[in-house]
């Protein structure tokens, strides 16, 4: 019963590039949740997302970032045109439909790099 | 909006007690967690409880809720050299969960 997966684990990209992270939740989990970790703090929440539905975007910054959580595939995490205060460890994680949002098992994280 | 607080660091000698201690401020919160954060790793879930209990008890773990104060306190008995790293506590907040710095717990030999 494999946990939460994300990929890739570390990501460089230089500034103005696009950075595309994916999450894939636990087997029998349709709800899942974004979080960052700058460096030297805790996770902030980011947004949480059911099957083709974004729910909760309140942390999500207005511009440049989006997510998506379609029908057949892993989450993904997409951000435009990074910038240095990008670089973060970005978590996923997951909880199944009936526990209402209790319980979210975390992935390892991408550590996103800036340069 | 919500703000959990927890000390930034502490140390102790193996086999000692470890008390780490978090305040949070939502007292709309039902649940509250403890994850563990190894370096360059993930967070693993150690521990969660209700807000209607006031004490849970697992293996070397002991929680402590004091909701009048908004406390909370993570107590690992017989701490050992592999407990060495970040702790977090966090609160339910709706469909997310609010995230304290984190705790460097340092073990001694």
């Known amino acids: 019963n494999a946990g939460v997966m994300q990929n890739p684990r570390h990501l460089v990209r230089r500034r103005g590039q696009e950075a595309r992270l994916r999450c894939s939740p636990m087997?029998?989990?349709?709800?899942v949740y974004w979080y960052r970790q700058l460096p030297e703090e805790g996770l902030k929440f980011m947004v949480y997302?059911?099957?083709?539905?974004?729910?909760?975007e309140s942390g999500m910054p207005k511009e440049r970032f989006s997510a998506e959580f379609p029908k057949e595939g892993p989450s993904i995490l997409r951000i435009q045109q990074v910038v240095r205060g990008d670089s973060a460890a970005y978590f996923c994680?997951?909880?199944?439909?009936?526990?209402?949002?209790?319980?979210?098992?975390f992935g390892p994280g991408t550590r996103l790099t800036v340069t | 909006g919500e703000d959990v607080e927890q000390s930034l660091f502490l140390s102790v000698r193996e086999g000692d007690s470890s008390v780490i201690n978090c305040t949070y401020t939502?007292?709309?919160?039902?649940?509250l967690y403890w994850y563990k954060q190894e370096p360059g790793a993930g967070l693993q879930l150690l521990t969660y409880?209700?807000?209607?209990?006031d004490m849970k008890q697992d293996q070397r773990l002991t929680v402590l809720l004091n909701k009048k104060d908004k406390h909370l306190s993570l107590r690992i008995a017989d701490t050992q050299t592999g407990d060495s790293a970040i702790y977090f506590c966090?609160?339910?907040?709706?469909?997310?969960?609010?995230f304290g710095g984190g705790t460097r717990l340092m073990v001694k030999p």
């Open positions: 939502d007292s709309s919160s039902t649940y």
């Open positions: 994680a997951s909880s199944p439909a009936t526990s209402g949002g209790y319980e979210q098992y």
């Open positions: 087997k029998g989990h349709s709800h």
């Open positions: 409880i209700f807000s209607n209990m």
């Open positions: 966090a609160e339910q907040s709706g469909n997310m969960l609010t």
């Open positions: 997302l059911q099957k083709e539905n974004i729910i909760d």
